[in-house]
């Protein structure tokens, strides 16, 4: 069964902290897809990045990162300077890779991010 | 491009009545539509995968006869809370999915069951 962990409930930072939000991820596929979405109060979900099983090449987009970790089955995201506009509610996810459709997602519990001026 | 909506973006209601859901893909066709559920402070829970055409498949412990879902087109699908309770209160999210594994979320529908 797929299963995705996202061990912190929640944390709080002081603006210009770096943050890690922690995601592990169970599997049987050898072919899947991780995701990172954002949810800020508003409650819609911002897309932040998808990754194939194949590419386990980290991304660094901004002041955002992500170490993808086949071996001890993580994806974890790193916010670097983190700001107040980043404190939001933020979900990992993963997909079965489906060839000829889109696969459902399975959400970790989300970590709850509380940036502090 | 891909935007989904949603309508309404929140809806209250009386307990016994059924509320209808509607989630449209705006500017691209989408061969799967997925219905997801989120209580105060958790997480999504998948509650059904609509495919144009056919019947949804529905989550282990989701009663189908409940929340029903019709998916008539590529580019609409809509869930019905039928004889909804305030246990059903909660926030509704559809996403509409493209091939490889991509799938864009509308911005969620607000359900209040008094």
């Known amino acids: 069964a797929q299963k995705v962990t996202q061990a912190q409930t929640e944390i709080s930072v002081v603006e210009k902290e770096d943050v890690t939000l922690d995601c592990v991820y169970e599997?049987?596929?050898?072919?899947?897809?991780l995701f990172w979405y954002k949810q800020p109060p508003s409650g819609e979900l911002v897309f932040l990045i998808r990754?194939?099983?194949?590419?386990?090449q980290n991304e660094i987009s901004g002041r955002y990162s992500w170490n993808f970790q086949k071996s001890t089955s993580s994806f974890n995201f790193t916010i670097t300077a983190s700001q107040v506009v980043d404190s939001a509610v933020y979900f990992c996810?993963?997909?079965?890779?489906?060839?000829?459709?889109?696969?459902?997602?399975?959400f970790g519990q989300g970590t709850t991010l509380q940036v502090k001026p | 491009g891909a935007v989904v909506s949603q309508h309404p973006s929140w809806v209250i209601c009386k307990s016994g009545t059924s509320v209808k859901i509607e989630c449209r893909s705006l500017d691209f066709q989408a061969t799967t539509m997925f219905w997801y559920r989120q209580f105060p402070k958790q997480s999504l829970m998948l509650m059904a995968t609509s495919n144009e055409g056919s019947k949804a498949t529905y989550e282990q412990g989701v009663e189908k006869d409940k929340f029903l879902i019709n998916h008539a087109s590529l580019t609409l699908s809509t869930l019905t809370v039928t004889s909804a309770h305030p246990e059903d209160s909660s926030f509704y999210i559809c996403?509409?999915?493209?091939?490889?594994?991509?799938?864009?979320f509308g911005p969620g529908t607000r359900l209040t069951v008094l």
């Open positions: 990754r194939n099983s194949f590419d386990e």
């Open positions: 599997t049987r596929d050898t072919t899947y897809y």
């Open positions: 996810a993963l997909s079965e890779a489906r060839s000829s459709n889109t696969g459902k997602l399975i």
């Open positions: 996403s509409a999915g493209l091939f490889y594994n991509e799938q864009f």
